[in-house]
């Protein structure tokens, strides 16, 4: 049964920490008052004085306040559990996404604009979004080259990794375009079969000239190279995490976009060049080429049903016994004197 459990949202369930953190501090709370009430004399003669109060119930109830919690948690990281198995032949590609980190992806053309590696971002998020049967990589690279992300179907891994990656990822700065190529080359899987492409993301700069061996191995192998160009071909400034701009020898350092050797990039390779700085929506036009060469093949499958209605309905429960419970006795119950002889006549 759990093999075949899933959440759409994992990363929500960091979250279920705040359950222990309750359980820890309700523990030294409850030892703390213990204490105080200690002090006071012993414990037994203060607890018949104070008949109406039950430390013992406000203990139970912020654990189960706590479960409430870690219920809801899990309702809200969307809980799928797998019912059927099957087959499929659909169409579907290897795709290595190479995302430029280098420092002129900072560029922009105002402190308060996107910069270029936002819309990057926002492009991969969209071309994400197009997938269903694609097996995905990425690579990063500045002055050096990681592959970040392996071949994977989980596209919400890879979005959640994106959201977060910022030039640093990569400390060395530069463009190592060819070992980018290389690795991205060397993610593909040894299957023939299967169709093979490379998105590269950047703006092009200083790459000029320096992946001509990369692109002769990438021909070769019949695997086509994307290019998803971004930036101003005129140039925008690079803007420091504290609003000014990057200056050298006290000029303005500008940035700009090398159209000329992206475009001719994807045509060596027979791909395509879009500009993602005006839409990021364009990549969707590289996919729709992938999809063109995207080749059959018979891949396994589960149909997952939402099972998050379950958690909802044991969360409301608990918080109705929650609700129920309170630190003192009532005084109306015993006022009823239900099961007391009744004295008067």
Do not use: C
Request: charged share 20%.
């Amino acid at each position: 049964m759990f093999e075949n459990l899933r959440f759409a949202h994992i990363n929500l369930l960091w979250w279920l920490l705040i359950v222990p953190l309750i359980w820890i501090l309700t523990y030294i709370w409850a030892v703390l008052h213990k204490r105080r009430i200690k002090k006071l004399g012993n414990l037994e003669v203060i607890r018949s004085l104070m008949p109406e109060f039950a430390l013992n119930k406000k203990v139970w109830r912020n654990i189960w306040v706590s479960l409430v919690i870690a219920l809801l948690i899990i309702a809200l990281a969307q809980p799928q559990i797998g019912s059927e198995k099957g087959t499929r032949k659909a169409k579907g590609s290897e795709i290595v996404i190479v995302l430029d980190i280098s420092n002129s992806m900072l560029a922009r053309k105002s402190p308060r604009d996107m910069s270029r590696l936002d819309y990057a971002k926002l492009a991969i998020y969209r071309l994400l979004s197009q997938m269903q049967n694609d097996q995905v990589a990425l690579v990063i690279f500045a002055g050096d080259a990681a592959l970040a992300i392996p071949m994977t179907n989980d596209y919400d891994a890879l979005k959640l990794y994106v959201s977060d990656i910022n030039p640093s990822y990569i400390t060395r700065q530069g463009t190592a375009i060819s070992d980018a190529l290389s690795l991205a080359i060397n993610a593909f899987t040894p299957n023939p079969n299967v169709n093979k492409a490379i998105i590269l993301i950047s703006d092009g700069e200083n790459l000029a000239g320096k992946a001509d061996n990369m692109i002769q191995l990438a021909k070769q192998k019949g695997i086509r190279i994307y290019t998803a160009g971004v930036g101003s071909p005129r140039g925008n400034p690079i803007y420091l995490s504290d609003g000014r701009p990057l200056e050298y020898h006290g000029q303005i350092v500008i940035s700009r976009q090398d159209v000329h050797f992206l475009k001719n990039l994807a045509a060596s390779t027979g791909g395509i060049y879009v500009d993602i700085t005006k839409n990021p929506d364009a990549i969707k036009y590289i996919y729709q080429n992938i999809l063109k060469h995207a080749t059959g093949t018979i891949s396994a499958y589960t149909r997952y049903d939402e099972i998050f209605d379950y958690f909802v309905g044991a969360a409301i429960f608990l918080m109705f016994l929650v609700l129920i419970m309170v630190e003192r006795r009532n005084r109306w119950i015993k006022r009823l004197n239900l099961f007391e002889k009744n004295t008067q006549s």
